[in-house]
């Protein structure tokens, strides 16, 4: 448990902490974690926005009510930023500056120095431009700074009983849009809708990239024969929602893979 005593004696030592809150696997562990060490000085702030899962607005508000932690939700509109809605491959970082910078604000208002935020020391292997606004802005990232990888977050969550231990990741739905190609509300609602009906069978990790008015569904790989089983009432839903085409992606699911060809 040494790692875990470093990130809550590094918490220890701020004093007090506003914890940017998405009810993912590494802000719920990191929030309960600033929680159990400084107990009320800990509190967290969600951002609610349009490229955002519903459900994770409510989970995040379900866990804070749970651990009588002290809850901010902050409204955020990211089509008032051009260069999202343009969806270049800085995108990530004209939007995560806009969103760090009201956090700060609100953080002022409400007399919290020291902003914390739940990038892990894996998410530096990724391409994740939205890293650079976060340390312009001196948003504090322990996970990363301690060199948690994922797999030990998961661990101690497990730990901490926390039932996120096993979650998939839900990233902004603006992720599902390839780079330079124009970002609007319309795309971000069918994607939404589209993953909520995977999810709604019962998919455990998913995504749906949206390619003009085509769907390309990427699952993981022991989940084909499940999407085939129900493949009527997928393109039925589909394409109610708007969509003119289903593919599914054979190299199954991964993280990141609109990124794939930045990287390589």
């Given at each position: 448990?040494?790692?875990?005593?470093?990130?809550?004696?590094?918490?220890?030592?701020?004093?007090?902490?506003?914890v940017?809150?998405?009810?993912g696997?590494?802000s719920?562990?990191?929030?309960k974690v600033?929680?159990?060490?400084?107990?009320?000085?800990?509190?967290?702030i969600?951002?609610?926005?349009?490229?955002?899962?519903?459900?994770?607005?409510?989970?995040?508000?379900?866990?804070?009510?749970?651990?009588?932690?002290?809850h901010?939700?902050?409204d955020?509109?990211?089509?008032?930023?051009?260069?999202?809605?343009?969806?270049g491959?800085?995108?990530?970082?004209?939007?995560?500056r806009?969103?760090?910078?009201?956090?700060?604000?609100?953080?002022?208002i409400?007399?919290?120095?020291?902003?914390?935020?739940?990038?892990?020391?894996?998410?530096?292997?990724?391409?994740?431009?939205?890293?650079?606004a976060?340390?312009?802005?001196?948003?504090?990232?322990?996970?990363?700074?301690?060199?948690?990888?994922?797999?030990?977050?998961?661990?101690?969550?497990?730990?901490?009983?926390?039932k996120?231990?096993?979650?998939?990741?839900?990233?902004?739905?603006?992720?599902?849009?390839?780079?330079n190609?124009p970002?609007n509300?319309?795309?971000?609602?069918?994607?939404?809708?589209?993953?909520?009906?995977?999810?709604?069978i019962?998919?455990f990790?998913?995504?749906?990239?949206?390619l003009?008015?085509?769907?390309?569904?990427?699952?993981?790989?022991?989940?084909?024969?499940?999407?085939?089983?129900?493949?009527?009432?997928?393109?039925?839903?589909?394409?109610d929602i708007?969509?003119?085409?289903?593919?599914?992606?054979?190299?199954?699911y991964?993280?990141?893979?609109?990124?794939?060809?930045?990287?390589n």
């Amino acid at each position: 448990m040494d790692k875990l005593n470093e990130l809550k004696n590094y918490i220890k030592k701020l004093n007090k902490v506003m914890v940017a809150f998405s009810s993912g696997v590494d802000s719920t562990f990191l929030l309960k974690v600033a929680r159990d060490t400084i107990g009320e000085n800990a509190c967290a702030i969600t951002i609610k926005a349009p490229t955002i899962p519903k459900k994770e607005l409510i989970e995040a508000k379900e866990f804070c009510n749970k651990n009588k932690i002290k809850h901010f939700i902050l409204d955020f509109d990211p089509f008032q930023i051009k260069e999202f809605i343009e969806n270049g491959k800085e995108r990530c970082y004209f939007c995560k500056r806009e969103i760090f910078k009201k956090i700060k604000e609100k953080a002022e208002i409400e007399g919290y120095k020291n902003i914390l935020e739940g990038s892990n020391f894996d998410d530096i292997k990724d391409y994740r431009p939205g890293l650079k606004a976060v340390d312009e802005l001196q948003i504090l990232s322990p996970l990363k700074i301690l060199e948690f990888s994922k797999n030990e977050i998961r661990n101690y969550s497990k730990i901490l009983n926390l039932k996120t231990f096993n979650k998939p990741s839900f990233p902004c739905l603006a992720s599902r849009i390839p780079y330079n190609e124009p970002i609007n509300k319309e795309k971000i609602l069918m994607v939404d809708r589209a993953e909520n009906i995977l999810y709604e069978i019962g998919f455990f990790q998913y995504r749906v990239r949206i390619l003009g008015k085509t769907a390309k569904i990427e699952i993981l790989a022991n989940d084909f024969q499940k999407l085939i089983n129900k493949k009527d009432e997928i393109l039925k839903s589909f394409f109610d929602i708007g969509f003119k085409d289903v593919l599914l992606d054979l190299k199954g699911y991964r993280q990141g893979s609109l990124n794939e060809d930045i990287m390589n």
